[in-house]
């Protein structure tokens, strides 16, 4: 890749994580002792690009705001789900396994979605290989909610519904 | 005050919900199904005290910072929980 | 609503006490690696209920300084080969 190209795709990245860092040193430290704060932004941001080609993923900014709402109810029925089995007395669970492809494509989008299926009703994401995704399901019907949770993932992302691709 | 009985009824309903998740912790089958308890349950627990003290708190910067640790303690037990998974169904070991 | 702050701290910790049961059960070392979890959550809720009891705002600072170290120890567990682990869990490892 060439420095140039490098340099437009890494820059946003660096400036995401950098505020970030200063927002996090901002809550800990109130303010004081940029001195030390500042060059250890520097020094993670900078560790950071050389480690892995992080790239900045333009967010749908409606679609942000679907996503957190869904993820906040959801997670919210999902703790009440699996509290409600735990204190069950019969201990009702309907456990299965099972392998999904993932269309979502590679990258960012396949990390929330693997981030965010363990908080959601019944499921839990075991394993990720290529495109294999491994569930581990309690309730519910897994397949659909991990399609329910794709379709919201790649309007996150402002991505075309994945539906399409075989 | 009426604000003081939100607090104390958020971190009611958030500490019955870590209770859930230790019953469903101690009582599941296996790991795979005890990991489920935990993430979902003790995330919504952790979730409901963070906001029953915003509340208490009522500064921006104090509100900040609580939900600032709330979604990094998502953050960390989602990828804690996807590492045990993968690493115990690698492991092959049957319960 | 100090005391009832301090209360639900102290209702968490006995909480966790008793999810310890797990650690001791086992039977696989994921089972003693999931109260890794349990203690991450719970001691982040702990210290804020402290934090807001006792008004001390340092105490906030730790628990969010917990929370960001709370996923690094499952990272740094799981890259263990699972027969080190694994060995002393089951009983087949060679105790002489």
Not at chain 1, 33 to 53: N, Q, R
Not at chain 2, 18 to 26: E, I, S
Request: charged letters at 15%.
């Amino acid at each position: 890749m060439s420095l140039r190209r490098r340099a437009t795709q890494d820059l946003p990245a660096a400036f995401i994580i950098a505020a970030l860092l200063a927002l996090l040193w901002l809550g800990l430290a109130e303010g004081e002792g940029w001195w030390f704060g500042g060059p250890a932004i520097l020094a993670v941001v900078l560790m950071t690009l050389h480690l892995s080609p992080v790239r900045a993923q333009p967010l749908h900014p409606l679609g942000l705001l679907r996503f957190v709402a869904y993820f906040i109810s959801q997670s919210l029925y999902g703790g009440l789900d699996v509290a409600g089995r735990a204190l069950h007395p019969r201990l009702p669970l309907l456990i299965e396994k099972r392998q999904i492809a993932v269309q979502l494509p590679d990258g960012p989008a396949r990390t929330v979605l693997v981030g965010t299926i363990s908080l959601l009703p019944g499921t839990l994401a075991v394993d990720l290989e290529d495109d294999l995704l491994t569930v581990h399901g309690i309730a519910g019907d897994p397949m659909a909610n991990i399609r329910r949770l794709e379709k919201r993932v790649a309007d996150l992302f402002g991505l075309p519904d994945a539906g399409m691709r075989i | 005050m009426l604000t003081d009985w939100w607090t104390i009824a958020l971190v009611t309903v958030g500490c019955a919900f870590f209770l859930a998740g230790t019953v469903g912790l101690l009582r599941f089958p296996d790991v795979h199904t005890r990991l489920h308890a935990l993430t979902k349950a003790d995330n919504v627990g952790l979730g409901l005290i963070c906001l029953g003290l915003m509340i208490h708190d009522g500064t921006l910067p104090g509100i900040l910072r609580l939900g600032f640790i709330w979604i990094l303690a998502i953050f960390a037990a989602t990828v804690s929980a996807f590492l045990i998974a993968r690493w115990h169904e690698s492991a092959g070991t049957e319960d | 609503m100090n005391t009832f702050l301090l209360g639900a701290a102290l209702f968490l910790l006995i909480n966790l006490a008793a999810g310890m049961v797990r650690v001791y059960l086992g039977p696989t070392t994921a089972d003693r690696l999931l109260t890794l979890l349990l203690f991450g959550t719970t001691t982040v809720a702990t210290l804020l209920l402290l934090a807001y009891s006792q008004a001390s705002a340092v105490l906030v600072k730790v628990a969010l300084l917990f929370v960001m170290l709370a996923a690094i120890a499952s990272v740094a567990f799981v890259r263990f080969p699972h027969e080190t682990v694994q060995k002393t869990d089951d009983g087949r490892g060679d105790h002489d």
